[in-house]
T-cell receptor
Framework: GNSVTQMEGPVTLSEEAFLTINCTYTATGYPSLFWYVQYPGEGLQLLLKATKADDKGSNKGFEATYRKETTSFHLEKGSVQVSDSAVYFC?????????????FGKGTLLTVNP | NAGVTQTPKFRILKIGQSMTLQCTQD?????MYWYRQDPGMGLKLIYYSVGAGITDKGEVPNGYNVSRSTTEDFPLRLELAAPSQTSVYFC???????????????FGPGTRLTVL
């Protein structure tokens, strides 16, 4: 079956530091890949996505590239801000007959200190 | 558009009680989902629906029931609540008029349930 493994947290960084959160996946077919963000007390919001190999998703300074050869979708940001403190979830959707269900990683808590 | 709304936001139940978590979406999306989020465990799919009148089990359906009588509403029913059902519950929806719209699920704000 499908699975997502992401870097365990918590991750604590200083403002303006470089961020990487690793994510690897196992899936049948050709999944779409996502990063969702959950701010304290809120639901999940889509941060970025990529639907095919070598696609790069980007939003709010975050980037992730769909690497089929390494089955990875690592999240990066060059300079984090305090407002980026949240839980980040990597997820995949194997749309080939799976009814667009999402399989999530366990989440990585990021805390950015001023 | 309100998107996906959930009620209540918080609830405390006693063991053996029952309740219904409400979920409504105004985006005319076909697919709807219920997830539970436990600390450090990500989100697990409980039930999902591909349209009115059609529901199916997800990864962790035991102790829950759902119905989908309209496109907009997808309530989750807990019968005989147990402490293991203490969790945060999220409803989500996807699927509009174009295929690319199925590439994002829209989430509600969640319901925090405690069973004592």
């Amino acid at each position: 079956g499908n699975s997502v493994t992401q870097m365990e947290g918590p991750v604590t960084l200083s403002e303006e530091a470089f961020l990487t959160i690793n994510c690897t996946y196992t899936a049948t077919g050709y999944p779409s890949l996502f990063w969702y963000v959950q701010y304290p007390g809120e639901g999940l919001q889509l941060l970025l996505k990529a639907t095919k190999a070598d696609d790069k998703g980007s939003n709010k300074g975050f980037e992730a590239t769909y690497r089929k050869e390494t089955t990875s979708f690592h999240l990066e940001k060059g300079s984090v801000q305090v407002s980026d403190s949240a839980v980040y979830f990597c997820a995949l959707s194997d749309s080939g007959g799976s009814n667009y269900k999402l399989t999530f990683g366990k989440g990585t808590l990021l805390t950015v200190n001023p | 558009n309100a998107g996906v709304t959930q009620t209540p936001k918080f609830r405390i139940l006693k063991i053996g009680q029952s309740m219904t978590l409400q979920c409504t979406q105004d985006m005319n999306h076909n697919y709807m989902y219920w997830y539970r989020q436990d600390p450090g465990m990500g989100l697990k799919l409980i039930y999902y629906s591909v349209g009115a009148g059609i529901t199916d089990k997800g990864e962790v359906p035991n102790g829950y029931n759902v119905s989908r009588s309209t496109t907009e509403d997808f309530p989750l029913r807990l019968e005989l609540a147990a402490p293991s059902q203490t969790s945060v519950y999220f409803c989500a929806a996807t699927g509009g008029r174009v295929p690319s719209s199925y590439n994002e699920q829209f989430f509600g704000p969640g319901t925090r349930l405690t069973v004592l």
